[in-house]
């Protein structure tokens, strides 16, 4: 339970921080900016990391949890909790942003494509391996300088939103896309965003 509930928790203020940075600058002429997007994604990783790292993992991501188990480095029975935890988690933080936020226009914190839907599978696969890369060399490694590991993935994801947000949002992360689009019901292109990083996580 305690895992769950940090999880949840983790899950909850990672896309709490991350999507209000996006709100906020919808609302507020492009305040925060691209750069400020892409930075408060990675602080906020790395901030949960460190907090939450010796108690749940850090997964924060089906697709990860995913991974995880098909590697063996997860239980598989404890799959599905894992991920509904993180969705459910996700889903209240783009609750609490729709109630507490409000500006000009309705602001979308979601995740959707801005070119083909190709386009954006195939980014959304580079991308989420290439986030995997990093977990497995500096998380799963015994051979890594393990206290540096939310550092490094906490960069990576920086790096991430910051070159490929306007193409699809960045999501490398299917609660993260499900929740905001729970919220606002809007579902274009959710299926990109529910495989993609799926496949890209578990083929390593």
């Given amino acids: 339970m305690q895992k769950l509930l940090a999880e949840l928790l983790g899950t909850y203020f990672l896309i709490f921080t991350g999507c209000a940075a996006v709100v906020v600058n919808?609302?507020?002429?492009?305040?925060?900016?691209?750069?400020?997007?892409?930075?408060?994604?990675g602080l906020a990783l790395i901030v949960l990391f460190y907090s939450l790292a010796h108690v749940s993992g850090v997964h924060f991501n089906p697709a990860i949890t995913i991974a995880f188990a098909i590697c063996k480095r997860f239980?598989?029975?404890?799959?599905?909790?894992?991920?509904?935890?993180?969705?459910?988690?996700?889903?209240?933080?783009?609750?609490?942003?729709?109630?507490?936020?409000?500006?000009?226009?309705?602001?979308?914190?979601?995740?959707?494509?801005?070119?083909?839907?190709?386009?954006?599978?195939v980014i959304e696969f580079i991308i989420t391996f290439y986030l995997k890369f990093n977990i497995s060399g500096v998380a799963t490694d015994n051979r890594a300088i393990g206290e540096l590991a939310g550092l490094v993935i906490g960069s990576a994801v920086l790096l991430k939103v910051l070159i490929v947000g306007p193409i699809t949002g960045v999501s490398m992360n299917p609660a993260r896309s499900l929740g905001p689009a729970i919220v606002s019901n809007c579902y274009k292109g959710i299926w990109i965003y529910l495989t993609s990083p799926i496949v890209g996580c578990s083929c390593l």
């Avoid at 925060?32 to 408060?40: D, F, H, L, N, Y």
């Avoid at 029975?77 to 729709?98: D, F, M, N, W």
């Fill in 75 to 121: 239980p598989l029975e404890k799959v599905p909790v894992y991920i509904l935890a993180q969705v459910v988690g996700s889903t209240l933080a783009a609750g609490t942003l729709r109630l507490h936020f409000s500006g000009p226009h309705d602001v979308f914190a979601g995740t959707s494509p801005q070119g083909s839907d190709l386009q954006a599978f």
């Fill in 26 to 41: 919808a609302n507020n002429d492009n305040a925060v900016s691209r750069s400020g997007i892409a930075t408060v994604w």
